[in-house]
C-alpha cells in the first residue's frame, strides 16, 4: 500500500533524513500494522535498513527486487560480450527511429510492430530491445535485401551501412 510521499528536494537525502521520515510514517499507521518496508538499495536506504531492523526488529526491510535485477542487468551490460551488441543494437533503433523512410519500410516489414527502444536509464531495456530485434530477424533481414533499401539514401550512409 501507498502511504506517503514528500516534496524533499531541497534535503540532503541521508539515512538520517530517510530514517525519520520512514519512522513517522510507521508511527502514523502504528507500528503494530506495519509488516515490512521496501526501498531500492542506495546506500543511504541501506543505512536506514540498519537503524530500522535495531529499533524496530519486528519490521522485515526489503531490497526492491526490480531495482536488484536492474543492477545485474547493468552490470551484465558492461560485459564487453553483451556492451557491444548492445551498442550495435542502439545504433540500429536510433537509425530506423531517426528517419521517415527507415521507418516507414521498419513498420511495412514487420507488419506495423514496433522495436523496443533502449532507455537511458533503466537496463533491462537494452535486453528487451535485443530480444525485440531477435522476434523481428527474419523480416528485418528481408527490409536489408529488399528494393525498398537499395533505392534509400541511408541504404548509402555510413550509419545506414552500420546498421545493416
Known amino acids: 500500500m501507498f502511504l506517503s510521499s ?5 534535503e540532503s537525502h541521508t ?19 506495519v509488516v515490512q518496508v521496501v526501498t531500492d538499495n542506495a ?9 530500522l531492523k535495531d529499533k524496530m526488529p519486528n519490521i522485515f526491510w526489503t531490497s ?27 545504433g ?16 511495412k516489414f514487420t507488419d506495423n510492430t514496433k522495436i523496443v527502444r533502449p532507455g537511458v536509464t533503466r537496463f533491462a531495456s537494452c535486453f528487451l530491445t535485443l530480444q525485440s530485434l531477435m522476434e523481428k ?9 529488399s528494393a525498398d533499401w537499395k533505392k534509400c ?3 548509402k550512409h555510413p550509419k545506414g551501412v552500420a546498421a545493416f
Open 64 to 90: 526492491c527486487a526490480a531495482h536488484t535485477v536492474n543492477l545485474m542487468l547493468e552490470s551484465i551490460a558492461k560485459l564487453q560480450s553483451f556492451k557491444t551488441i548492445i551498442q550495435r543494437a542502439k
Open 92 to 107: 540500429f533503433t536510433i537509425t530506423v527511429y531517426a528517419h521517415h523512410k527507415t521507418l516507414a519500410m521498419m513498420r
Open 15 to 33: 539515512g538520517e533524513f530517510i530514517h525519520q521520515y520512514v519512522k513517522e510514517c510507521i508511527e502514523d499507521v502504528g507500528i503494530e500494522n
Open 6 to 10: 514528500k516534496e524533499c528536494s531541497d
Open 43 to 51: 546506500l543511504n536506504n541501506m543505512a536506514v535498513a540498519r537503524i
Open 137 to 145: 530477424t527474419n523480416q528485418l533481414q528481408a527490409m536489408f535485401v
Open 153 to 155: 539514401k541511408w541504404a
